[in-house]
């Protein structure tokens, strides 16, 4: 029996994972499964695997779907002096995590292997890379669309998967796949959060236990926001400053930014009158948090 279709025999999830390092073997792997009438789902990742990631992996796990995780800690995607080498790397426990839920295929690929010493070629999504964490990270959303890119061109997948939680990445991704005719369909799932609150992030791990109590103040501050918006408040620059307000009532924490902007263009809303995400950056110490909440004004809030 093919190893690959292993997975829709009955038998164990993790029995029939293959783990592919290089393009030409996961390239392999999912021609395979597509010869065998399979739709294939990636969900890319940077690792660290959480309950984050594990709601994308499940969400990508149907019946008949190939699911291909990658592994990938992308240095493109990180500014001088930013946490490339420190980002966690338990490889181990991310093969387990996807071997439970149902991975078919991990790519782990190498930096050499994604990244040849020849390459010059960047994909850069102009305007709304730009604002909001753009702004704070110069030529980070280049490597995000510039890896996101050549992982679908080695996989193609049919479908790919995204956290709500990265807001501006969705919507740039989003833009790049809709402006380069990219046939991978972009589902993008709930953020999931902490018992506080607290969006999971692989960079949660830095804190220290005061920096993570205080933490929660950013998804407080959202909240608030977004019950002004439902109780009918509409002027963005007094939801934003109320959302400040309450952060740095906290203390121990420094605001990279705070907006309410369109969900589609990123761009800042003069007024709510249509579907928008409040998204905030925050730093404590030195990590730096990201947190969003999408409201649609047309759905009967406010
Ligand atoms: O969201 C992430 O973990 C990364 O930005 C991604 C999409 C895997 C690209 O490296």
């Known amino acids: ?18 783990t592919a390092r290089t393009i030409a073997d996961v390239r ?25 990631h594990r709601s994308l992996l ?18 493109t995607q990180f500014g001088p ?7 966690p790397r338990p490889v181990e426990a991310d093969l387990d995590i996807c071997g439970q839920d149902g991975v078919d295929v991990v790519f782990l690929p190498s930096v050499a292997e994604m990244y040849p010493p020849d390459g010059r070629t960047t994909v850069h999504v102009a305007g709304l890379t730009k604002r909001l964490c753009g702004a704070h990270r110069p030529g980070h959303f280049d490597g995000v ?11 193609q997948p049919d479908a790919a998967y995204f956290g709500q939680k990265d807001g501006q990445q969705v919507a740039v991704i989003r833009r790049m796949v809709a402006d380069l005719d990219v046939p ?45 918006i439902r109780d009918g408040e509409r002027r963005p620059d007094t939801i934003t400053r109320a ?16 907006e309410a902007v369109d969900l589609a263009t990123l761009e800042p809303a003069a007024w709510i ?10 730093r404590i110490g030195s990590t730096r948090l990201i947190d969003n909440v999408v409201v649609d004004v047309s759905d009967g809030g406010g």
Do not use: W
């Not at 959302?243 to 705070?258: P, V």
């Not at 009158?273 to 925050?282: V, Y």
């Open 1 to 18: 029996m093919n190893p690959l279709l292993a997975s829709d025999a009955g038998l164990a999830y993790d029995s029939a994972m293959e």
């Open 28 to 52: 392999r792997a999912v021609a395979a499964a597509r010869g065998a009438g399979k739709r294939i789902h990636l969900v890319p990742t940077m690792g660290a695997l959480h309950e984050g």
């Open 58 to 75: 499940r969400a990508a796990r149907a019946d008949g779907r190939l699911v291909v995780a990658s592994i990938f800690v992308n240095p």
């Open 81 to 87: 002096g930013e946490d490339f080498e420190r980002y």
């Open 145 to 155: 669309t510039t890896v996101v890119l050549k992982l679908f061109n080695i996989v």
């Open 184 to 228: 991978t369909e972009i589902v993008v799932c709930p953020t999931v959060r902490d018992t506080d609150g607290v969006a999971l992030s692989s960079r949660n791990a830095y804190l220290e236990p005061d920096q993570r109590r205080r933490a929660r103040c950013l998804i407080e501050a959202l909240r608030l926001g977004e019950a002004m």
């Open 243 to 258: 959302i400040r307000a309450r952060i740095e009532a906290t203390g121990g924490c420094t605001i990279d930014y705070i």
């Open 273 to 282: 009158d249509r579907p928008c995400m409040l998204a905030g950056a925050i």
